[in-house]
């Protein structure tokens, strides 16, 4: 990427100061709009004559952001991009992100689940190099539920279905991660394999605790 590789050769002798560096961007890319350059410079509130180096982690982002984004790319590619930045500046940085990419495709690799459920709109999951799945935000959070089943005996079927994951059992509580829910087909399995079953609690489960399960099934598997 050559916002990138021009970013590390600023920082390593041309020129340093933020106005420097995105002039000396802006003819390599046709598309460079210096519109949207000012806009976000005033956005981020980034200091435009002050050294590269002497901004911090957060301020740098920003200035890289906003060099990725003057010249309106169709596609966007950010490795661990919320890594190190405090709340606040993460909160500017996605605000700045989603405002100014507007018809073009973001993509994120991240282990920052919480930041990452907030805007998504496809979640895909590598494991071992291995794409897992991939898929709408929203189709994922609904089909993922975590359920407790309250027994009056204790009897656990000698077969449970292959989309439970994390099983576990005591003499009154069966708990498992459900990742094909539906709501009435899930009820009626449950019925049919726990009917002595008291009392059954089904709670939805945020993108972190999905990775987790998923993440431990695999370990296990391996």
Not at 13 to 30: C, M, V
Not at 69 to 83: M, T, V
Not at 116 to 128: A, T, V
Not at 208 to 218: D, H, Q, S
Request: proline share 6%.
């Amino acid at each position: 990427m050559r916002c990138a590789q021009a970013y590390s050769s600023c920082q390593n002798g041309l020129p340093t100061r933020t106005s420097y560096f995105l002039n000396y961007l802006k003819p390599l890319y046709p598309t460079w709009d210096d519109a949207r350059a000012t806009e976000m410079l005033k956005q981020f509130n980034l200091p435009v004559d002050r050294k590269l180096s002497q901004l911090s982690r957060g301020m740098k982002m920003k200035a890289s952001l906003v060099s990725s984004l003057a010249y309106r790319p169709k596609l966007i590619i950010l490795d661990e991009p919320f890594s190190g930045l405090d709340p606040l500046v993460r909160d500017e940085f996605i605000e700045g992100l989603l405002e100014s990419a507007a018809g073009s495709t973001i993509f994120i690799s991240s282990h920052d689940l919480a930041e990452i459920e907030s805007f998504s709109s496809h979640i895909g999951y590598l494991d071992q190099g291995r794409l897992q799945f991939s898929e709408e935000s929203a189709a994922l959070s609904a089909r993922f539920r975590e359920i407790e089943i309250t027994l009056l005996e204790p009897a656990l079927p000698a077969s449970l279905p292959a989309s439970w994951l994390r099983v576990e059992t005591s003499p009154s509580l069966v708990r498992f991660v459900e990742t094909r829910f539906e709501e009435a087909e899930t009820g009626q399995q449950i019925r049919a394999l726990f009917p002595a079953a008291q009392s059954v609690t089904i709670k939805p489960l945020p993108l972190r605790e999905i990775f987790i399960a998923l993440a431990k099934t695999l370990r296990k598997a391996a």
